[in-house]
């Protein structure tokens, strides 16, 4: 989820010349908690929360604008921390954290102001959060715990795609599991792009992921998973360039006539039949043709 899904968009901003007395009024009159300054480019520069009230009120003498008020406070000279409406809500608790603070003005690709955040609109998404995988960002086991219900009730074919990073731990062991992470988030991102916005990415475990097609054959099945494998193919990381990362692929389809947990269990065999016969490659798998998956020796 998104810093952009959740933030406030209808904020109160003011700027520097902003008189006290208007400023006050703003808090007492609209009930917020906290006032965005900006300049005329409408970019975020400081912000005032409600807590800075009393100590503006102690100030002597009395300062007459927001300006004159942020330099006596001391606030003129910091830098205010702002997040990208793209970053994730795993990004900004990060920051809240760091700073120990609990509102972000959100900005966009320009750094316009675009909304605000505060820790306490994150706590309200939460149950949400835990149905996502906080590296990749996709959804998690425990998502698929929630949809296989209401995907049981579906009248149409569902194909499924059990896919797993080739030789993931050596990639780990050579280059380091910061580098096994960017990885996974290229892979990911990858699979999310290339495929329909409606089907969906799952980060099963590890180094593998459930991708499952609606409305989709077991032909269409195959051509999906080969492309997903050709554009991971492709992938290459800046710092890596000769980093060659592949992955494997089993399919399978549901179309009523088994259990979901078995499809799901046809297309994991039809990964590691993908495996014996030398990775980077896609196996399809029916209950016919499952018997012969497993003559072939794994090779790790």
Known sequence: MLVENIMIKNLVTINPETNIVDLIYNFIDKEIGSVLVVNQKHEPIHIITLRDLPKIFLVSPAPNTVSEALQALGKDKKTLITINGESSLFEAITLMHRFNISHLPVVDNTYKLIGMVSLKDIIKSMPNLIYIDHLTELNNRLYLDLILPKIMKTQSSI????????????????YGHLIGDEVLKAVATTLRKNVKISDEVIRYGGEEFLVMLYRCDLEKVKMVGERLR??????????????KITVSIGGSEYNGEKEIMECISLADQALYKAKRLGKNRVEVLTLENKGNCCEIPLTL
């Not at 194909?159 to 050579?174: E, H, Q, R, V, Y």
């Not at 290459?236 to 000769?242: C, S, T």
């Open 159 to 174: 194909g499924f795609l059990m896919i797993d990073i080739d030789n993931f731990k050596n990639i780990n062991d050579t």
């Open 230 to 243: 050709q554009r991971v193919e492709e992938i290459k990381l800046e710092k890596y360039p000769d980093l």
